[in-house]
């Protein structure tokens, strides 16, 4: 088994600088592209970013496994699987800092354990408050439901645009990036899969 992935240990990060230095990083970057910071409409707008950057990466203060291990249920009998649907995604990609949106659709097989669908969408909503690729955080989200959860199998599929992509690759404004990650019996079953897939594309065309 390996280890659920997640935010590094405080001890390896870098020093945290202070608000009011990301503050200042904001104004270098207004006046690095030509801007004054000090003229009135820009006079609040380092506060603002620090305070939009503080809510899109909350996720680096919170723990999915965490979050995931606290409500476990009974499975009482229920032995298909489980899967919630049309999960609204919103991430920054790790190349640009640049939005992708999408949705999730997250199912897994459980053994013993089962937990509140709210649950899988707050792992996504964590992991899509952090800097990453959407490959990765397609892996992120079904490796740590396995770890912690410990189904018969996991599989997520991310269906997402990349703003990076849209406005840097011209006439590619409607392009979609599709990625999955499944384990256990979604990863080693075909019909398993199958049922998947087939579920996820039933409204998606
Ligand atoms: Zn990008």
Known sequence: MTEAPGAKPESVLPHR???EQAEDAVRTLLAWVGDDPRRPGLANTPKRVV???EERFSGYREDPAAELARTFEDVSGYSDMILLRDVRLESYCEHHIAPFTGVAHV???P???VVG????ARIVDIFGRRLQVQESLTAQIGETIQHVLRPQGVAVLI???HQCMTLRITNQPGAIMETAHFTGVFKNN???RRRFIDAVRTDAG
């Open 117 to 120: 669908l709210s649950k899988l």
């Open 159 to 161: 269906r997402a645009s």
């Open 51 to 53: 305070e939009a950057y």
């Open 107 to 109: 199912a897994y097989l």
């Open 17 to 19: 600088p202070s608000r």
């Open 190 to 192: 075909e019909s398993w």
């Open 111 to 113: 053994d013993k354990r």
